[in-house]
């Protein structure tokens, strides 16, 4: 059934002269879920986002709205809105007209169009700001206010490009989930693009993760920050310390790594990667997957010196030394406050088990989160 | 002001203010204002006999007694209004497509090739179309060439020639905030009009002519005051029957010597001017500062 | 509309061929006054007789070139006076304006500003006449009351000069009023803090800062001053600058000498326009 999905790209390529923006992508997003682009800029995903929209035009494949193709439908008759990275909203008009304006060009009747309008902005919680200018609206409330506009159409996709960019950190946290929420409540699908992790992986169903044209993985947020399936998904997403080396042996489960700077580490063998004996491999540890002088898994260990104690509440980490390679690490300090009096210079011994250490074949690209 | 002024203290700073304004205000009172303020009163008298003055409305009386001036007027006063215009309607789309279609390097020597013609004198621009018009003009021959026309067709010395000229004479300060406004708008708000359903005619209206009106109205003052205010297009291409209001004011002033007259006609183009500039800003909604500061 | 909507060709062809027609009504008088400096004829008109440059070095009558015509030579030396001093003048004073506007604060501020954007919507003719009578009246007056005749308040360069400054100085003092706007006062308050004095900050760090602008608005000035015609018109005395001696010329009908002054003014005028482009072209930003 096509109409499950709402929207479908199938093999989509945009190429600028010699350039390949988006090099054959392929997705489809279910009904009434919140889908999110994450990938640093430049990897293509506004150009995806725009070919969503109409503005441009792919140079091959096809995109589906509601199982039907809208190659050569122009950007005023499609049936997605988009809610702009400055959220272009018309300073020459009032809120009321700005969420009007759609329905004005429909030619819906003044009375349902002021009806709508109010409707909309309680919904975005903004009831009685009809009449305000757009310069009267703090941050939030124009955020609020540029995703009414789209919403008052009914759109079968509501895109939104990095609308998120432009606010203040506590702002941003809280729009975050608002958004959330929002998408929640009225189920229209959503694709969402950012290069922020943290806005993709709160909000998001499915992420897709780009890089240079490309989709390097589509996942639930928890399969990407646990089971990446690329070298540049595992240091894009989340934090990780990350060291290169070359496969030298180990077994179905296991891959012994020895790594660049010297020493070993043991990582769990992807079923999907086949790396053979003496490859090069990037290898990634989460900060929290390792335990300070912990008990429980000796998969790998190793000593190191505390050189910075990074307090940042419940977020709080460690730069360490490791003691006989010289290789900066990060760990999490447990937010059970056990390690409270860490303090720089201490000597203290990490451990953490190979299931929590990923491995990829080296790649070029040098993304690191 | 900076903290300089509490710095130095309150008197060097005044009389250091003093110093500053001393060249504004001799250039405004001077050369603009107290000259305003004498050709409205020499405007206000008539004279008797040498040397002699009294304070008497008959210029203005004159004036508007004598059809050919009132005509003339009007006449001035359409004509402009309408060069302004089209002015406006031509410049706009030319505006837009160096602010909207065209990138980089491309929009720069589009836009510069658009001011080049302005940095040569008008009188030059003027001869060109001199030489492309009259009866033994380029054009003219090319119609004969072609076969279009039999004889030689005379182009000089009608409306629609004046009209052409003034258009020209006009375009730069046109197209020069228009571009700059238009630059400035952001290219998501005319997606954002589409994405939510407007076509080109809806967007052009809701969005980008308000958005242009600031620009609009400064380039529509600047040109209606210009074309008011032309002498040279309408005497030089419109000939004896131009019937241009400044050929009025100078006749008064130098074939006449009647400056009375020549005053009263000057301060009435002065109120027209500025009448017209006024109804254009409320119209627009915008402030004089605004438009030309 | 813009790149990114989707279009069909033939409306951009329509407006692409617009364009191209626009740009052919902006330069083709252009044209022809240079082409026609070229024509051995008597008349700056058709039919072509033939290429010569004797409108440029023609020293037998009536082939006399520009570079042997005595009188436009001397009425381009006037012009060349007039607009020198205009230039001086006009942005001198506008810098002192620019100063005046955006670094202080004193009462009547706004209202002295409006009446200093007016000469710009005052039509030059009026300032003209404006200028002549009130100068007159003033020799006039001093004449009668101490019997001195202030010549130069009679029609004549002098006048010319004043009358173009009058208005010339509001755009030099836009233009420069908008660099000094850019301006941070935190430069020259590190100055001040590295131990300039006032006058030294000034000198060392705002002014060359402003440079790009003085250097244009003395430029556009210049430009301005050299073409002006309306204002001139009325103000003028037995010295005739070039554009008035050129209107006559033109009323009188003239010779493709005409054409050839044009067309070295266009050049001239043209390479300071690109002159004062480049100048003005921020570089910092």
């Known amino acids: 059934m096509a109409d499950q999905f709402d929207l479908e790209c199938r093999n989509v390529v945009k190429k600028f002269d010699d350039f390949t923006a988006v090099d054959d992508i392929s997705l489809a997003i279910p009904k009434g879920s919140f889908f999110s682009i994450l990938g640093p800029s430049g990897c293509g995903k506004t150009t995806l986002l725009r070919m969503l929209a109409g503005f441009q035009a792919p140079t091959s494949g096809d995109i589906l709205i509601k199982g039907a193709s809208v190659l050569g439908v122009p950007p005023n008759r499609r049936p997605v809105n988009m809610v702009f990275q400055h959220l272009a909203l018309f300073p020459m008009m009032n809120v009321a007209e700005n969420v009007a304006y759609g329905l004005k060009r429909r030619g819906v009747n003044k009375a349902t169009i002021a009806q709508k309008v109010n409707e909309t902005l309680a919904r975005v919680g903004l009831p009685d700001s009809g009449p305000k200018q757009i310069s009267q609206l703090s941050g939030g409330q124009k955020q609020r206010i540029a995703i009414a506009r789209c919403l008052v159409l009914d759109p079968a996709v509501l895109l939104l490009d990095e609308p998120l960019g432009a606010l203040d950190l506590k702002l941003r946290e809280h729009m975050k989930v608002e958004l959330k929420q929002l998408q929640h409540e009225i189920g229209t699908t959503f694709v969402y693009i950012t290069h922020d992790q943290s806005e993709a992986l709160v909000m998001s169903d499915q992420v897709a993760v780009m890089n240079a044209g490309r989709f390097e993985q589509v996942g639930a947020p928890q399969d990407l920050y646990y089971n990446p399936q690329t070298a540049f998904v595992a240091g894009f997403v989340g934090e990780s310390n990350r060291w290169h080396g070359v496969v030298g042996g180990g077994n179905e489960h296991q891959v012994e790594i020895n790594l660049a700077a010297g020493g070993k580490v043991v990582a769990k063998r992807d079923a999907n990667a086949a790396l053979k004996d003496g490859q090069a491999v990037d290898v990634f540890v989460r900060p929290e997957a390792i335990a300070i002088d912990g008990e429980g898994a000796v998969d790998n260990t190793l000593s190191a010196k505390v050189e910075n104690v990074l307090f940042n509440g419940a977020a709080s980490s460690l730069q360490v030394r490791e003691t006989t390679t010289g290789h900066e690490m990060t760990v999490a300090l447990p937010q059970t406050g056990a390690f409270a009096s860490v303090k720089a210079g201490d000597n203290i011994n990490l451990s953490w088990s190979f299931e929590q250490t990923r491995c990829f074949a080296a790649s070029d690209s040098g993304a690191t989160a | 002001m900076s903290n300089g002024t509490s710095v130095k203290g309150g008197g060097t700073f005044c009389f250091g203010l003093l110093l500053l304004a001393f060249p504004l205000l001799l250039w405004l009172f001077l050369l603009v204002v107290l000259p305003h303020i004498d050709l409205f009163l020499v405007s206000m008298r008539e004279r008797i006999s040498y040397g002699k003055y009294e304070f008497s409305l008959i210029n203005y009386i004159e004036f508007f007694s004598e059809p050919l001036y009132w005509n003339t007027y009007v006449r001035t006063a359409v004509m402009s209004i309408f060069a302004t215009f089209l002015t406006l309607v031509i410049g706009f789309p030319v505006s837009y497509y160096i602010a909207k279609f065209m990138r980089g390097k491309g929009k720069n020597v589009l836009f510069l090739m658009c001011l080049i013609p302005f940095w040569v004198s008008e009188l030059v621009r003027t001869f060109g179309w001199m030489i492309l018009l009259r009866e033994s003009g380029v054009v003219s021959n090319f119609l004969q060439w072609s076969g279009i026309a039999d004889g030689p067709v005379e182009m000089l010395y009608n409306d629609a020639t004046i009209m052409v000229g003034l258009v020209y004479t006009s375009m730069l300060f046109m197209i020069v905030p228009l571009v700059s406004v238009l630059d400035s708008l952001d290219d998501s708000l005319i997606e954002a009009g589409y994405d939510l359903g407007g076509n080109g005619f809806t967007v052009t209206r809701d969005i980008v002519i308000p958005h242009a009106m600031p620009g609009i109205a400064s380039g529509c003052i600047v040109v209606f005051m210009l074309t008011l205010g032309n002498y040279l297009t309408p005497n030089l291409l419109g000939g004896k029957d131009s019937l241009w209001f400044t050929e009025q004011i100078y006749t008064q002033f130098i074939t006449r010597f009647n400056w009375e007259s020549g005053s009263a006609f000057g301060f009435l183009l002065l109120v027209l001017s500025s009448l017209i500039v006024w109804v254009g800003l409320k119209l627009s909604k915008q402030t004089l500062s605004e438009t030309v500061g | ?285």
């Open chain 3, 1 to 285: 509309m813009i790149p990114s909507i989707p279009q069909p060709k033939f409306y951009k062809g329509l407006y692409s061929g617009y364009i191209t027609l626009f740009f052919i009504y902006l330069s083709a008088p252009l044209i022809v006054v240079g082409v026609f400096a070229f024509n051995d004829s008597l008349f700056p008109s058709m039919p072509w007789e033939g290429a010569t440059l004797a409108w440029f070095f023609g020293t037998e009558g009536p082939y006399i070139g520009i570079f042997n015509d005595s009188k436009l030579l001397e009425s381009i030396g006037v012009s060349a006076f007039v607009a020198f001093w205009v230039t001086v003048l006009s942005v001198t004073v506008g810098t002192c304006n620019a100063f005046l506007f955006e670094r202080s604060q004193f009462p009547g501020k706004n209202l002295l500003y409006i009446v200093s954007l007016s000469p710009l919507v005052i039509p030059g003719v009026i300032l003209g006449i404006s200028i002549l009578v009130f100068s007159n009246a003033i020799a006039n007056g001093v004449e009668e009351a101490i019997g001195w005749d202030l010549e130069f308040l009679r029609p004549g360069l002098f006048l010319v000069i004043i009358g173009q400054f009058a208005f010339i100085t509001t755009i030099t003092t836009l233009v420069i009023s908008a660099r000094l706007r850019k301006f941070d006062i935190s430069l020259e308050e590190a100055a001040l803090n590295l131990g300039a004095s006032r006058r030294a900050a000034l000198w060392t760090v705002t002014i060359p800062f402003l440079k790009p602008a003085l250097v244009g608005a003395g430029i556009v000035a210049f430009l301005m001053s050299f073409e002006n015609f309306n204002t001139t018109l009325m103000l003028v005395g037995s010295d005739a600058p070039l554009t008035i001696a050129m209107f006559d010329r033109l009323k009188q009908g003239s010779t493709p000498v005409l054409n050839a002054l044009s067309l070295l003014l266009m050049v001239v005028s043209g390479g300071l326009a690109l002159l004062s482009v480049f100048v003005q072209r921020d570089k910092t930003s």
